[in-house]
């Protein structure tokens, strides 16, 4: 049974760029939280604002941010945390997979040097014992021959060999929480599950939570305990996983469902209508009513908010029953 106190709480996120003198609002009071143990499944079309809000967590967004809202981890409000403590937090207590692995390893250092970094920064671990939990590390990651592979440099692996060695990076000092940004896209199917597999693992012996970014929703429905649909910087579903395949609410989602490719590889179902609105450019109201088959005068008069439509599972739709 899932922990459901929040280790995580997110309240009123909101995110704009600045960018030819117009602020561009990539996340918009977004408000979701992560119990204990609890892998969070969050999904959108790209450039929904997805890997925004993960990077706002650890204060890696660029200087060209501006960000609000609260996002309460360990009794603190880590958006307003002194550089200081954010990189005593970082890479202990909560840990990122980066989207692009191969950006975010350091060329000149030896995947060994890198995995047992976090271990020497963090806890001042001699770096023969670091080592050697690193080694353990990329064991428990299936790289293969990962003795030998402790001495490569980055570019000698392929794709899906760096995702592992990010993988393994965050893993290193436990963390409590784990911002995993599509951490399995370069990795083959069984691979991937295999990964997967690891991180829930984890989550059963050290009660590690998962913010779990993706698109893909077969992984969503393996994985996650609950799910958080994201469209042009806004929240427009949460729920728990059972309910948001089962019953999902939001035109979007229904329609995000459809397009589910089938398992036996063929074509898509069905594709979305149109393109995702660019942030310079969003219409007024919902920023689905572009592309949404239910679309009415009312989508065009107001921005909806996440209701409660059942316990647990909020949708923001203005056709939703007693929308006021
Ligand atoms: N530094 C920046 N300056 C201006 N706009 C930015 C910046 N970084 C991101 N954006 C914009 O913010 C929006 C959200 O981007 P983000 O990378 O969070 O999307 P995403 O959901 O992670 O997409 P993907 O699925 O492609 O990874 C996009 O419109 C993107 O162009
Ligand atoms: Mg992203």
């Known amino acids: 049974m899932v922990d459901t106190t929040p280790i995580l709480d997110i309240r009123d996120l909101t995110v704009k760029f600045r960018s030819g003198g117009q602020l561009?609002?990539?996340?918009?009071?977004?408000?979701?939280?992560?119990?204990?143990?609890?892998?969070?499944?969050?999904?959108?079309?790209?450039?929904?604002?997805?890997?925004?809000?993960?990077?706002?967590?650890?204060?890696?967004?660029?200087?060209?941010?501006?960000?609000?809202?609260?996002?309460?981890?360990?009794?603190?409000?880590?958006?307003?945390?002194?550089?200081?403590?954010?990189?005593?937090?970082?890479?202990?207590?909560?840990?990122?997979?980066?989207?692009?692995?191969?950006?975010?390893?350091?060329?000149?250092l030896t995947v060994g040097e890198q995995v047992a970094e976090p271990l020497v920064a963090h806890y001042g671990l001699p770096p023969m014992e670091a080592q050697t939990r690193a080694l353990e590390l990329l064991d428990r990651v299936k790289i293969p021959d990962a003795r030998r592979r402790l001495h490569s440099y980055p570019n000698e692996l392929s794709g899906g060999l760096r995702q592992r060695v990010m993988i393994a990076m965050a893993l290193a000092c436990e963390p409590e929480l784990l911002l995993a940004d599509e951490p399995t896209t370069a990795l083959d199917v069984t691979v991937q599950a295999q990964i997967l597999d690891l991180l829930l693992d984890l989550r059963d012996e050290s009660g590690l939570s998962i913010l779990l970014i993706t698109h893909d929703l077969g992984v969503v429905a393996n994985f996650a305990d609950q799910v958080a649909v994201m469209y042009c910087g806004r929240l427009m579903e949460t729920a728990p996983v059972n309910t948001f395949f089962d019953s999902p609410s939001h035109p979007y989602t229904e329609a995000l469902i459809r397009s589910i490719p089938t398992d036996n590889g063929a074509p898509r179902l069905e594709t979305i209508p149109g393109s995702v609105p660019k942030l310079t450019d969003l219409p007024p109201g919902c920023p689905f009513s572009t592309r949404c088959q239910h679309h009415f005068t009312a989508c065009d008069e107001t921005v909806p908010v996440l209701r409660e439509i059942a316990p647990s599972h909020f949708s923001a739709c203005v056709r939703t029953p007693d929308y006021a």
């Open 24 to 108: 561009l609002p990539a996340v918009d009071r977004c408000s979701f939280s992560i119990g204990k143990g609890e892998v969070l499944g969050l999904v959108g079309e790209s450039g929904s604002g997805k890997s925004t809000t993960a990077m706002a967590m650890l204060g890696l967004l660029p200087k060209n941010a501006v960000i609000e809202g609260d996002a309460h981890f360990g009794g603190a409000n880590i958006l307003t945390l002194p550089e200081t403590e954010l990189t005593a937090l970082r890479g202990r207590r909560i840990s990122m997979i980066f989207q692009d692995p191969m950006s975010s390893l350091n060329p000149v």
